[in-house]
């Protein structure tokens, strides 16, 4: 038997916003047949728990999707099973899930079953005075990243001016038309599924991008950070939708509603921004410039105010990146406080019975 394939994401991110969740487009509840949610504190083994179960589908030959934690890329979050319509993932804050259809398609594993009280609470202060302190120190992340989007929105006004709006849209229908040929709209609307494929970690910028920009056809729209390529991004996006085909639309971590990347599935094509920050190294299709569609002498005449913004912004990040880091720091050391009292050999169990579960309506 092959073994199955694996995609990595991001379910959620830290962002200028807070922390942002897609989680309700993991598993929609009307494509589910299986949806495990876990509770529990840190270091109880959620994501140790999920991983084993992932390794062991891909060993089963199913394809999987590990989903990773914003704040911790090397730990998850999630891990789905698509070909069973199943999905486990961790719903404890700050991306709490709580069952929608208890019984019939989710059910909760509390891991705080498996968990010594008398020993965690010997910790209660250091508990309560570590976690206040992982609260302000998110907090101030989320002000960096404001600070570093306020001044991102000051180079975005400049290339706004500065671009030619009617160029980008002649150059979107010749797109239009090489992607979709002659077909019309759809008599239903297609869905869309979004997510990160990138994520502002305590590793830095991390993505996944080439393990979803596995379409034949990967367009690449190389673009100044602000200079609003998802403008073509969204008119392609439309396009699909009002065709009626299936999209996985993946958004930018500094502002979770722009559009960056976008894959549809069906045509085998795939459309991608790259920048400092993010790019891919899968091959390419198509390599699109979009500066071209910009007036090149008014951009020159605020060259200087895009090189400044350009330099607060990186510096404003590195800050958030280091407070990041030190948040993770401050949940390593939460976890000292529970991990001595977890009663693995019994989460061994429940793993088993899980696996069973998952694997029933084969």
């Not at 994501?47 to 704040?71: A, N, P, W, Y």
């Not at 319509?85 to 259809?101: F, L, R």
């Not at 392609?236 to 960056?260: D, S």
Request: charged fraction near 25%; glycine fraction near 8%.
């Amino acid at each position: 038997m092959s073994s199955g394939k694996v995609r990595h994401l991001f379910p959620g991110g830290n962002t200028p916003l807070g922390f942002f969740s897609f989680y309700h487009e993991i598993l929609p509840p009307e494509e589910a047949d299986r949806l495990i949610i876990l509770k529990g504190g840190p270091g109880v083994g959620k994501s140790t728990f999920m991983k084993k179960i992932g390794q062991e589908m891909v060993k089963r030959g199913f394809d999987v999707e590990l989903l990773h934690c914003s704040s911790d890329n090397n730990s998850l979050d999630g891990v789905k099973i698509p070909a069973l319509k199943a999905a486990v993932i961790d719903g404890t804050a700050p991306h709490s899930v709580d069952p929608k259809n208890p019984g019939a398609v989710d059910e909760i594993l509390n891991f705080g079953s498996f968990w010594d009280e008398a020993g965690i609470r010997a910790h209660r202060e250091d508990v309560l005075s570590t976690n206040r302190e992982i609260a302000r120190t998110f907090a101030r992340v989320y002000s960096y990243l404001k600070a570093a989007w306020a001044v991102y929105e000051g180079s975005a006004a400049i290339y706004a001016c500065a671009l030619n709006r009617g160029e980008v849209n002649a150059f979107a229908r010749t797109l239009i038309r090489e992607l979709f040929c002659d077909g019309g709209a759809a008599a239903q609307e297609g869905r869309q599924r979004s997510l990160f494929a990138s994520a502002i970690t305590p590793d830095g910028f991390v993505n996944y991008l080439d393990d979803l920009l596995t379409a034949g056809r990967v367009y690449e729209i190389t673009a100044e950070p602000g200079a609003g390529a998802e403008r073509l991004l969204e008119q392609i996006r439309a396009e699909a939708l009002a065709r009626g085909y299936f999209t996985e639309a993946y958004y930018c971590a500094m502002n979770p509603y722009k559009l960056e990347h976008l894959v549809i599935p069906a045509l085998g094509a795939a459309l991608t921004t790259a920048n400092k920050y993010h790019t891919s190294s899968v091959n390419k299709f198509s390599s699109i410039d979009f500066m071209q569609f910009f007036d090149a002498q008014g951009l020159e005449a605020r060259r200087d105010d895009l090189r400044q913004n350009a330099e607060e912004i990186d510096r404003l990040l590195g800050v958030a990146l280091t407070t990041l880091g030190r948040a993770k720091a401050l949940h390593d050391r939460l976890e000292t406080w529970y991990i001595p009292h977890i009663r693995f050999d019994e989460l061994d169990a429940v793993y088993e019975q899980t696996m069973k579960k998952l694997l029933a309506g084969m």
